[in-house]
């Protein structure tokens, strides 16, 4: 097939773009894949946002973007072909996240236009087209992956009879481990701090610097550093409890005690442009005591030397005793809150969690520890203060995955190999079928699907 020659001129221009942002110096198109082009530019913007997003590559980050559009073009014939929609919600929702992640990188709208080099109605414009290319994409991927046969019990046993042992997956140490809770007095803890936020307003009021008092008191180390100031970022980004209280202010003005899952603070707002702000704060988190901690500990103990001395059995005492809602009416019993499996790798266990049980035998009951609930995990945080006692109910060891004892990792394991085999069938016929132009720019990518070499 024939391809379209390029001047060495525009070559050498082209391949020198590397980090930089693709300015509109040159733009042209280097593949036509059935009726949809990819420019240049586009390769140059997807390259630009994937930096921006911290990703780093050891490939040829555009032959990798290149060859990753080319795959994509296909799906999104197939996808107008079968009369797919898009998710016009997550669509809308994921342009705004996008708009607003730049928005907040760059302190503002005139920032982000200049550094893109377009107006921000053209890049809402380019953004949701690509967004909305995206979900007719994924569906389709979906789509093709979907129609694979149920997976049985003879496929996972095919798989294991026909693969190798040294190559069958290696399934780590598990724990199952069930728990009694007991938090310490947030209220008394939320009270003290509030005062002492409160006492640091009534001193700002009075004259001194809150950037000065941040950087004393403040416990969010970001911006503690910088006087509390968090920079001008797009509202949606913050706790809508903080986004709320700092666009009601005014310029200067400082706010009452705000309490988010975070802590407390109070907010100063220098500056406000529409639904972004830049403002200064200073968090408090609660503080705990050892009375509160010692407490906890000796009725904790108790209810261990009640439970090691069979007066109560763990289930019950977790029952009636535990003030963690996920566990206690399931006798104490952890579950995974990302799979809701009922075992744990070690790497998914608080390290005061795994600290406290790595010793131990199936049956034994630790002593008293301090660690961290559950609570942030959607948020990635690190969650609240719990004072529990952990029983090792079983435990797994490290082997090589069985037919009887890890059917269902083994059957994950198959549905995701015949899923990708379905997409590189589908990939491999697609590209016999369709008119596909690749320009000799990238005649030295090697990539990963051998289709796409062939048609270089």
Excluded at 125 to 131: G, I
Excluded at 178 to 188: G, H, M, T
Excluded at 191 to 202: A, G, I, P, Q, Y
């Amino acid at each position: 097939m024939k391809h379209i020659l390029l001047s060495l001129a525009a070559l050498a221009l082209c391949m020198s773009l590397q980090a930089q942002k693709y300015k509109g110096v040159v733009d042209k198109t280097i593949a036509v894949v059935g009726g949809e082009t990819i420019l240049i530019s586009d390769v140059e913007a997807e390259i630009q946002q994937l930096r921006l997003s911290g990703y780093t590559s050891d490939k040829d980050m555009r032959c990798e973007v290149f060859e990753n559009m080319l795959d994509s073009k296909l799906f999104l014939m197939q996808a107008r072909i079968d009369s797919l929609t898009m998710n016009s919600d997550m669509v809308q929702s994921n342009l705004t996240q996008r708009m607003d992640w730049f928005r907040t990188r760059f302190g503002g709208d005139e920032e982000m236009e200049k550094y893109f080099g377009k107006p921000l109605y053209k890049l809402r414009q380019e953004w949701s087209k690509a967004l909305e290319e995206q979900s007719l994409i994924e569906q389709e991927r979906m789509e093709i992956a979907g129609k694979i046969p149920e997976i049985t019990p003879y496929d996972v046993k095919k798989y294991i009879d026909e693969t190798d042992p040294e190559d069958l997956p290696v399934v780590p140490v598990k724990y199952q481990l069930s728990q009694i809770c007991l938090y310490p007095d947030r209220a008394k803890a939320a009270l003290s701090v509030k005062e002492k936020l409160l006492s640091l307003r009534e001193r700002i009021m009075n004259g001194e610097k809150f950037a000065t008092l941040a950087r004393i008191y403040s416990e969010d180390p970001g911006s503690a550093r910088r006087g509390g100031e968090l920079g001008l970022a797009s509202k949606t980004i913050f706790w809508p409890a903080f986004s709320d209280a700092a666009m009601a202010l005014r310029p200067g003005t400082i706010s009452q005690v705000v309490e988010t899952p975070d802590g407390f603070h109070i907010i100063e707002v220098i500056e406000k442009k529409g639904d972004m702000f830049n403002a200064r704060h200073i968090l408090l988190k609660p503080q705990y005591t050892n009375e509160d901690r010692e407490k906890a500990f000796h009725e904790l103990d108790s209810l261990r030397s009640e439970i090691l001395k069979e007066e109560i059995k763990f289930e019950m005492a977790a029952q009636f005793f535990s003030q963690d809602p996920a566990t206690r009416t399931n006798g104490g019993q952890m579950a995974d809150p990302a799979t809701g499996s009922s075992y744990f790798e070690i790497d998914q266990l608080k390290p005061a969690d795994y600290a406290a049980i790595k010793e131990l035998k199936p049956g034994e009951i630790s002593e008293p520890v301090e660690s961290l609930d559950n609570e942030g995990y959607l948020q990635d945080r690190s969650g609240n203060l719990v004072y529990k006692i952990i029983r090792v109910d079983k435990i797994l060891p490290a082997h090589t995955a069985t037919f009887e004892n890890d059917y269902n990792e083994l059957l994950e394991r198959v549905r995701n190999t015949k899923q990708m085999e379905a997409v590189d069938a589908f990939l491999e016929q697609k590209v016999k079928d369709t008119y596909i132009v690749i320009d000799p720019l990238f005649a030295e990518c090697e990539f990963t699907r051998q289709v796409w070499n062939t048609r270089k």
